[in-house]
């Protein structure tokens, strides 16, 4: 049943920053399942009051997706010699690197989606990373960017100790920034990246919205980083161009580093997953059981992992052998029905985009921005759509020689053009929003 705590335990960590979870949720203890009641064993009341009043949704939802009947009673024991449960760090002062000991290189879960974000982290640890001063993860939640992030710190930990870090969010570092400046040691705090940061990791970058103060603080210590020929590593949902209010010297600073798109898992890599996280939790599934899940699961890998966390509860709890059915039963609280696109909604979207009319899609027009547009919406309609060639080529007043034409271009422009891959990896996430009706798809 460790092994259920653990990855309980994990899908908090996934929902509240890691600074917070390092301080609150890490000292809770496992006290046992009994009669569908999960006991949680907090250090004191203290503890046990600030964690109800801050995180009980979290936990409540968390549970309930393992198991809708499964209830939560929070536990601490009476000692008289305990102190008040309360963190215990300057804003001064860096977190010591504390990663998470199995988010290693060799734990993550490689597929064609994620393969070139893995190799570039990769380099980063070993210290071969002369190909970029800046590596930017991009990717919605859930998709490993932490996991590869932690990699890099947790390999440079073991194989170059001497090398110093900072891990932090934009919000931790936004406090530290506005408490170095209320406490009047603005320049001591910026020095301490020259002196004690070797490599920078700063997690949510999207966070940074609209905070210019931070945004010149953080863009100074990283002009200081980068003098001193050190490393930094950012991850975010949104790519800079996406982020509002961004300043554009900021801008600038980002784009002119690595930037990688990690995007969700493909069936083969989903199949890995669930594999991988059976075998942690010491759980067998038959092949055709992962099959049908992999078939099932699209988007998020805590969506994946949290199958098989429940999977493996939903066993444990009653005593059952995993078949199809159980399975099944066990998604139908995780997994939504897709919404048929049409090619209408792929038009819509591309218009959006571009900023055009959808009259201009039909139109004989050879303007760059509009061909450009006609030939991505007849790309995604032969990817989204079950329309033959010629069905498609009638809704753009086109023939199918021409249809297939704009697809094999649109192929080759996304290998050749860093700009189009951006455009088109862009409309995708849009379509599969429109599809998956989900705003983090």
Same mark, same amino acid.
């Given at each position: 049943?460790?092994?259920?705590?653990?990855?309980?335990?994990?899908k908090i960590m996934g929902r509240i920053?890691?600074?917070?979870?390092?301080?609150?949720?890490? #000292?809770?203890?496992?006290?046992?399942?009994? &009669?569908?009641?999960?006991?949680?064993?907090?250090? +004191?009341?203290?503890?046990?009051?600030?964690?109800?009043?801050?995180?009980?949704?979290?936990?409540?939802?968390?549970?309930?997706?393992?198991?809708?009947?499964?209830?939560?009673?929070?536990?601490?024991?009476?000692?008289?010699?305990?102190?008040?449960?309360?963190? &215990?760090?300057?804003?001064?002062?860096?977190?010591?690197? +504390?990663?998470?000991?199995?988010?290693?290189?060799?734990?993550?879960?490689?597929?064609?989606?994620?393969?070139?974000?893995?190799?570039?982290?990769?380099?980063?640890?070993?210290? @071969?990373?002369?190909?970029?001063?800046?590596?930017? *993860?991009?990717? &919605?939640?859930?998709?490993?960017?932490?996991?590869? !992030?932690?990699?890099?710190?947790?390999?440079?930990?073991?194989?170059? #100790?001497?090398?110093?870090?900072?891990?932090? @969010?934009?919000?931790?570092? !936004?406090?530290?920034?506005? +408490?170095?400046?209320?406490?009047?040691?603005?320049?001591?705090?910026?020095?301490?990246?020259?002196?004690?940061?070797?490599?920078?990791?700063?997690?949510?970058?999207?966070?940074? $919205?609209?905070?210019?103060?931070?945004?010149?603080?953080?863009?100074?210590?990283?002009?200081?980083?980068?003098?001193?020929?050190?490393?930094?590593?950012?991850?975010?949902?949104?790519?800079?161009?996406?982020?509002?209010? *961004?300043?554009?010297?900021?801008?600038?600073? *980002?784009?002119?580093?690595?930037?990688?798109?990690?995007?969700?898992?493909?069936?083969?890599?989903?199949?890995?997953?669930? @594999?991988?996280?059976?075998?942690?939790?010491?759980?067998?599934?038959?092949?055709?059981?992962?099959?049908?899940? %992999?078939?099932?699961? !699209?988007?998020?890998?805590?969506?994946?992992?949290? $199958?098989?966390?429940?999977? @493996?509860?939903?066993?444990?709890?009653?005593?059952?052998?995993?078949?199809?059915?159980?399975?099944?039963?066990?998604?139908?609280?995780?997994?939504?029905?897709?919404?048929?696109? !049409?090619?209408?909604?792929?038009k819509d979207i591309i218009c959006y985009?571009?900023?055009?009319?959808?009259?201009?899609?039909?139109?004989?027009?050879?303007?760059?921005?509009?061909?450009?547009?006609?030939?991505?919406?007849?790309?995604?309609?032969?990817?989204?759509?079950?329309?033959?060639?010629?069905?498609i080529g009638f809704e753009f007043n086109?023939?199918?020689?021409?249809?297939?034409?704009?697809?094999?271009?649109?192929?080759?422009?996304?290998?050749?053009?860093?700009?189009?891959? *951006?455009?088109?990896?862009?409309?995708?996430?849009?379509?599969?929003?429109?599809?998956?009706?989900? #705003?983090? %798809?």
């Amino acid at each position: 049943m460790e092994s259920f705590w653990e990855g309980f335990i994990e899908k908090i960590m996934g929902r509240i920053p890691h600074a917070s979870f390092k301080i609150w949720i890490e #000292p809770l203890r496992f006290g046992g399942i009994d &009669n569908g009641e999960l006991v949680i064993k907090c250090p +004191n009341e203290f503890s046990m009051n600030w964690i109800k009043e801050n995180y009980l949704k979290f936990f409540k939802e968390e549970a309930a997706k393992l198991d809708p009947q499964l209830r939560l009673t929070f536990l601490y024991e009476h000692k008289k010699e305990d102190q008040p449960f309360l963190p &215990n760090f300057s804003p001064q002062e860096f977190l010591k690197p +504390n990663f998470i000991e199995k988010y290693t290189f060799d734990e993550f879960v490689v597929g064609e989606g994620n393969r070139f974000a893995f190799q570039a982290c990769k380099a980063i640890a070993a210290g @071969s990373g002369e190909f970029t001063d800046i590596l930017y *993860l991009h990717a &919605n939640t859930g998709m490993g960017k932490s996991h590869l !992030t932690q990699a890099v710190g947790n390999t440079i930990y073991y194989t170059s #100790p001497q090398k110093k870090f900072c891990y932090t @969010s934009v919000n931790e570092f !936004t406090s530290r920034v506005y +408490n170095a400046i209320k406490e009047g040691q603005l320049e001591s705090f910026k020095k301490k990246y020259i002196d004690e940061c070797d490599i920078l990791l700063l997690e949510e970058l999207h966070s940074i $919205a609209g905070k210019d103060r931070t945004q010149k603080e953080l863009s100074n210590a990283i002009d200081m980083l980068l003098r001193s020929k050190k490393k930094v590593l950012f991850t975010s949902t949104k790519l800079p161009s996406e982020i509002s209010r *961004l300043d554009s010297e900021f801008s600038s600073r *980002l784009v002119s580093g690595l930037i990688i798109t990690i995007n969700p898992p493909d069936v083969d890599t989903r199949k890995k997953i669930i @594999s991988r996280k059976a075998r942690n939790l010491g759980l067998h599934i038959h092949e055709d059981v992962i099959e049908y899940m %992999a078939s099932r699961l !699209t988007g998020d890998i805590r969506r994946i992992e949290g $199958a098989v966390i429940g999977l @493996s509860t939903r066993v444990t709890l009653l005593n059952q052998e995993i078949n199809i059915n159980i399975a099944t039963d066990v998604l139908k609280n995780l997994v939504q029905e897709p919404t048929e696109i !049409t090619i209408n909604n792929i038009k819509d979207i591309i218009c959006y985009h571009f900023q055009i009319n959808c009259d201009d899609l039909t139109s004989r027009s050879k303007k760059k921005n509009i061909s450009t547009a006609r030939q991505i919406a007849m790309y995604f309609s032969r990817k989204y759509t079950k329309e033959s060639l010629e069905s498609i080529g009638f809704e753009f007043n086109r023939d199918h020689a021409t249809v297939l034409h704009s697809v094999k271009q649109i192929n080759k422009q996304i290998i050749e053009s860093s700009k189009v891959k *951006l455009v088109v990896e862009h409309i995708k996430k849009e379509i599969e929003k429109k599809r998956w009706k989900n #705003p983090d %798809a």
